[in-house]
């Protein structure tokens, strides 16, 4: 039979339970194997013979390729091999144990042999994740550390999971927990893969469901605080947003827009008087909603639905007591979507925030966690009745809630510990496929001592949270924490302005990374190790991530000293890597102790990378830009990609297009970027793109052609054009027009001479810049020597005076050599 589970539209494909029986192994009546792939496989036994092909909460998918395995039987052992396994097992000589099922794995590249036995301990887990951050300071709890579950990653190399006592669905059209089926008595998963991480997160993606991709507003900034909300006081809000130019994507309504206490169904119309008209606001200002719900006190008799309610289940009303809230009972559930949510996801609500914080089981199936099994409930409601793509966003429940998509961490301390945590915790959940964890940006809840907001907290908080998963600012109703960029001053506002902004430019290549993630397993912020495992230093630098592909964060977790922030540093080995905020390029394979000030984050770009972005004046994700800005990083010869579709449909699975960018040095020293004619189509897919193009860390070159013209020099205009961004040291070309099926190449030609140094140099000159509008503001009267005000203009000098580029940088460099160099610093 045939189980229809997880993302069914999102994946073009249905989840099929009973593996293929050609891959499936007997060695007796009591022990059955399954070849799930060359290096995974299933273990069954059970005395009566009995085995399950019922989908589980962990495992809903065994119908794989076969893969190419050997079975033969020599002196009563069986024995499996696929070509890096070997399994043998006793035949007859009952439950799996350490002298009678023996495997040995044989990882690519002739590496050690690795050898597993029931009993054998794992050493060295890498971690998943934990239920939530409810009450911690960084990694405490009332002074208790976090204890993390295990991940399905292992430097042991090897990962058991034990399916034996999880819940299996049953077999209706919309599948329920089973509460009466059991599983064999051993009911075993071994991923068997090395220091091959990625490999095993795609195995058992494979088996446990893929990550379904989130639509794209989910990447934009979301608003959150638990505050009385009235609809006046929301609408003033969002205008101070678009007034201060702040893209805004996702408005999140705490539980107020309920009446009565925690659970509450009702519109409290003293805060909302027309629900449908300020949800019908809303989508005039491009914004998507989510509502928080707290439903374990179920329905009361003061709920506008509860005699609807009470009718569809037959529960007595006339007494007028709650109909009380169970989870398992499908009716109840059913009705619940029925009557009250489905009617309000008609009025214009988008998803819903589901924050339970009460009992954890389920009070009738026994075992049964509330948490897991409402992700389930509420994903799946929005999968067979919603017209969008399905999301909400909850707390973890388990192994198997990766299918569920957002995370919503909870109520951590404000504190500079629970800053510097968030980075580790959310690298491992990607053990688990765990991949988008949303934090309350900035904290939740002040500690002991709070003596209020601390900007510069604040400010490295929300950098994180653009270079995280969700990035979602959230805090408690109290009346000091007031987190609205427009309540910070000076540079701290610029710095979080410019994080908000950062997100909305990086989106493109964000969403291409998320679809990543549903193809392959990956997440966006993943550990060092998947890509560098030999690495000691991968595993040390636990804080450090890639975010995606081609890009690696430090993350800034302490306060600074004198004003900057200073960040040790782990630059893998493989190729160089751009400091994007100081214009560096650094050498690969090194350790390095950089400084940052409020207004620069430790990113680095892989040398080489072309990252698709947003022009910085995207105030929204609803809808195809017109233009696309590509970011062309120096040091190497690099590829890029862009993913996209149609944003919040449910076919992105065939439905979509990919645009490949590829760069490339001539013998002559020209550098050419090519970008390919667009692969694939969707609904609304733009034919006709603006391009701009960004070549960072480039010296002036002498001409830049696109598609075999030459284009003109100039700063601003119409019509294809190109020139010199001297603040970023960086060549900037503007191609109006590229259609879809021709794509085009822009190239830059240098002359023949020798190329000035400029790496580093959008540092130094945004450092005398400062340096100089300081001594100004301290004595008007003051002045400082005519040479470091010539110093000072070089970025305008370069864009007026292109022809003199190598004589400006080479003098503004000898300079530099007589100033003191914490002035550039």
């Not at 009738?364 to 099994?373: D, K, P």
Request: with cysteine; aromatic share 14%; proline share 5%.
């Amino acid at each position: 039979m045939l189980i229809l589970l997880g993302p069914l539209f999102a994946l073009g494909q249905s989840y099929n339970p009973i593996a293929d029986p050609a891959a499936v192994v007997r060695a007796d009546r009591n022990a059955r194997f399954t070849v799930l792939s060359k290096s995974m496989i299933r273990m069954e036994w059970d005395s009566a013979g009995h085995f399950t092909d019922q989908a589980s909460f962990v495992v809903v998918n065994r119908r794989r390729p076969v893969v190419p395995f050997k079975r033969l039987f020599s002196n009563g052992w069986l024995i499996i091999r696929t070509g890096c396994v070997e399994l043998r097992y006793l035949s007859g000589s009952g439950a799996f144990r350490e002298d009678n099922l023996k495997v040995s794995y044989l990882p690519p590249g002739g590496r050690d042999t690795i050898r597993w036995h029931p009993g054998l301990s794992q050493q060295q887990n890498l971690k998943g994740t934990y239920r939530t951050l409810d009450g911690f300071d960084g990694d405490k709890q009332w002074g208790k550390e976090v204890s993390l579950e295990d991940g399905i990653l292992s430097r042991d190399g090897w990962t058991l999971i034990d399916d034996s006592r999880s819940f299996l669905f049953d077999h209706s059209s919309f599948p329920w927990v089973d509460a009466s089926a059991v599983h064999s008595r051993q009911d075993w998963y071994l991923l068997l893969y090395g220091s091959f991480y990625k490999q095993a997160l795609a195995e058992y993606a494979s088996i446990g469901g893929r990550v379904p991709l989130p639509p794209r507003y989910a990447f934009g900034f979301w608003w959150s605080r638990y505050w009385r909300y009235t609809d006046n006081e929301l609408r003033d809000l969002v205008g101070r947003f678009r007034q201060l130019r702040i893209p805004l994507d996702v408005l999140v309504v705490d539980m107020d827009w309920h009446k009565d206490g925690w659970t509450g169904w009702t519109w409290d119309s003293s805060c909302f008087s027309n629900p449908a008209g300020f949800l019908r606001w809303t989508k005039t200002e491009h914004l998507k909603t989510t509502l928080n719900l707290h439903p374990a006190d179920g329905v009361g008799p003061q709920e506008m639905q509860y005699e609807r309610m009470g009718r569809a289940l037959g529960f007595d009303t006339k007494e007028r007591k709650s109909i009380p809230y169970v989870g398992s009972d499908k009716k109840f559930m059913q009705t619940l979507f029925d009557t009250i949510l489905h009617p309000y996801e008609k009025m214009g609500v988008d998803f819903w925030w589901l924050d339970w914080q009460q009992w954890p089981e389920d009070r009738r199936v026994a075992g049964l966690s509330n948490t897991w099994w409402l992700n389930y409930v509420f994903f799946s409601q929005m999968e067979r009745n919603g017209k969008s793509r399905p999301m909400l966003y909850h707390r973890w429940g388990g192994l198997g809630n990766h299918r569920y998509q957002i995370g919503f961490s909870g109520d951590a301390i404000i504190s500079w510990k629970s800053l510097a945590f968030q980075p580790y915790f959310t690298n491992t959940a990607s053990n688990v496929l765990y991949d988008y964890w949303s934090h309350d940006i900035g904290g939740h809840v002040a500690g002991e001592g709070f003596k209020g907001l601390d900007p510069e907290l604040f400010t490295r908080w929300m950098q994180y949270g653009a270079l995280s998963p969700i990035f979602r600012a959230h805090s408690s109703k109290n009346a000091v924490l007031n987190k609205e960029p427009w309540n910070f001053c000076g540079v701290y506002f610029d710095a979080i302005s410019k994080a908000i902004r950062l997100r909305y430019e990086l989106e493109p290549y964000i969403y291409t990374m998320a679809r990543k993630t549903y193809d392959s397993a990956i997440g966006l912020c993943r550990p060092l190790y998947y890509d560098y495992p030999l690495s000691e230093n991968a595993y040390s630098f636990r804080n450090e991530y890639l975010f995606g592909d081609d890009m690696l964060v430090a993350p800034i977790g302490a306060p600074s000293d004198s004003g900057t922030s200073r960040v040790r540093v782990w630059l893998p080995e493989g190729n160089d890597w751009y400091e994007w905020n100081t214009g560096t390029l650094l050498k690969g394979g090194s350790v390095q102790e950089r400084v940052f000030s409020i207004d620069e984050y430790p990113l680095y770009v892989r040398a080489g990378a072309i990252v698709p972005m947003n022009a910085d004046t995207i105030q929204d994700l609803d809808g195809q830009p017109a233009a696309v800005h590509l970011g062309v990083f120096p040091g190497a010869a690099g590829t890029g990609r862009m993913y996209e579709d149609e944003g919040n449909d449910r076919d992105y699975a065939h439905r979509y297009s990919v645009t490949s960018f590829d760069r490339r040095e001539g013998a002559d020293g020209s550098v050419r970027v090519h970008i390919s004619p667009v692969a694939g189509a969707f609904a609304g897919m733009r034919r006709v793109r603006q391009y701009v193009v960004t070549f960072y860390g480039t010296v002036m070159p002498a001409s830049v052609r696109t598609s075999g013209a030459a284009l003109r020099y100039q700063p601003d205009g119409e019509g294809a054009r190109w020139y010199y961004d001297g603040r970023q040291m960086a060549v900037q070309v503007y191609i109006p027009a590229v259609k879809a099926e021709t794509g085009c190449e822009v190239v830059l030609q240098f002359g023949s001479g020798r190329r000035p140094d400029i790496n580093g140099l959008p540092e130094k000159l945004r450092r005398l810049y400062e340096w100089c509008e300081q001594i100004k503001h301290k004595d008007a009267s003051a002045g400082y020597p005519r040479r470091v005000g010539v110093m000072e203009e070089l970025d305008r000098a370069l864009e007026y005076y292109p022809e003199r580029f190598n004589q400006l940088v080479d003098d503004f460099n000898r300079e530099a050599g007589n100033l003191d160099p914490r002035l550039l610093r």
